[in-house]
């Protein structure tokens, strides 16, 4: 490793939680080279974000503080500066890039001003000098016409381009370290490997030091010098990421490699046997020559109408009872479309759904009633999609009443066969959702799902947002009950390894349409057109020898003819 440029030894940094001091990370020591990439995984809690926010004075409350260690910036320990001090560190030394740039970026000032900002209060520039080292900062970070999106506001730009702002903001400072807080999870395939390539030709062509902070192994293979593991404050294990990878020397890094979903490195396609039941079974589901349709914004001049544009552009499909078919595709593909409009919750502009025998077109009131009783939907933010103020009891006995599954000196007993189902402890009927963790959550919400008897799940980018390991579960017990009891699954997720994992069959969407399907094994061992190629050259591998590929689908606008 090169000279440190900053040094952290014995971090300490405790809660006052109930009369308690609970400790919250738990003597960290470690280095961060000049010109390196350290990268920091583990799951949610271990503590990765709270050492982070501790490196820049930045805790989430006042009950939360450093009780001990030090934080060396050259000759500075930053733990001992006072809050004046801080703030001229801030930025100007370490810059921070976070996980929700919407969250982050002003939405009522212009994106280019955001990044002139920080140049004028560290650097003392004027406004005239500022605005052109902002279209400069901005053409460094991929905005194709930088002096003309200066003007721009956040809601205008996409989540990747948005993440590209908040990296200009966190660079207008010149920093020497930066700080990049997951800053890839909500993002697609190929919009991931862009920004992951964008922070590695800054830290080429800028020298900067980066912590990246993440929870895919995959992400730090492909772009870290050096890998920290921790867990529950504490790190377990650091050392150069080939070495990290090759003989992990903790249990709970060996945990990690194994719940990673990589794909595998071979070509030949697996060979998969139709099950004879399948064959000779009539499809549940059905759809032919879909549209879905929806207004854009200002009036079609010269047609005297409304514009229009295709979320889902002549769709035709069909699954098979006890099938497991994924689709996949980056944001704005059209696969949520597709799902809701199979739920009758999208209305049809054109074409055909037929569900179980009802045509959803031409019978709606009776397709929609089988529908809303034999099929069921989990979402992909646990939270939210679960009422805060009931019990997860409550929520189950809710959908129980409503679709009638159960009689009322049943509903208790069947509310614990869902938890059994889904791997929950009976007891969690009684708590509410703020009392779970990520992974729990989406439990119950599958449980919820399955409280309809379902014949079809449409999982929605269930496993997005929750930490490999958790995801590894998650996967693992839709496996277990697709077996249990033969159900139908759509498993919608721009994660194409996740799908080759779990599903028999998978539909590429681009642009509203399906430009390639068939079986997993063959479609990702030899895909027929350029934007499946795309998509699987994205994905991170925890081979460190492999390259970080993947397309921008603004850059290539001829893939629909490939």
Partial sequence: MSDPVLSIRDLTVEALLDGENRTLIDKVSFDLGRGEILGMVGESGSGKSMICRALVRLLPSKLIGITGGSVMLGDRDLTALDEAAMRGMRGAEIGMVFQNPTSHLDPVMRIGD?????????????????????????????????????????????????????????????????????????????????????LMDLRDSRGLSIILITHDLGIVAQTCDRIAVLRQGRLLEIGDKRRVLSAPRHAYTISLLNSHPSMPCGTEPVAVEAEPAAIAAKPLLEIDDLVVRFPAPGLGLL????????????????LMPGETVGIVGESGSGKSTLARAILGLTPLSSGHISFDGLDLAQQ????????????????????????????????????????????????????????????????????????????????????RALAVDPKLIIADECVAALDVTIQAQIIDLFRELKSAM?????????????VRDLCERVVVMYRGRIVEEGLCAEVFARPKHAYTAALIAAIPSIDPDRSLGGLSVAQTPHLLTA
């Fill in 114 to 198: 955001q990044v002139a900002e920080g140049i004028r209060y560290h650097q003392g520039k004027s406004a005239r000098d500022a605005r052109a080292m902002a279209i400069d900062i901005l053409h460094q970070v991929g905005f194709p016409e930088p002096a003309r999106q200066y003007d721009s506001y956040s809601h205008e730009f996409s989540g990747g381009m948005r993440q590209r702002a908040m990296i200009a903001v966190a660079l207008s400072c010149n920093p020497k370290i930066l700080i990049a807080d997951e800053p890839t999870t909500a993002l697609d395939v190929t919009i991931q490997a862009q920004i992951l390539r964008l």
């Fill in 303 to 318: 047609t005297g109408g409304k514009k229009h544009v295709a979320a889902v552009d002549g769709v035709s499909l069909r």
């Fill in 486 to 498: 033969n159900l139908t699954l759509i498993f919608i997720a721009h994660d194409l390894a996740i």
């Fill in 364 to 447: 709606r009131q009776q397709a929609l009633a089988r529908i809303r009783t034999q099929a069921a939907m989990v979402f992909q933010d646990p939270y939210n999609a679960l009422n805060p103020r009931m019990t997860i009891g409550e929520t189950l006995t809710e959908v129980l009443k409503v679709q009638d599954k159960a009689p009322a000196s049943r509903i208790s007993a069947r509310v614990d066969e869902l938890l059994d189902l889904v791997g929950l402890e009976r007891e969690f009927a009684t708590r509410r959702p703020r009392a779970m963790s990520g992974g729990q959550c989406q439990r119950a919400g599958i449980a």
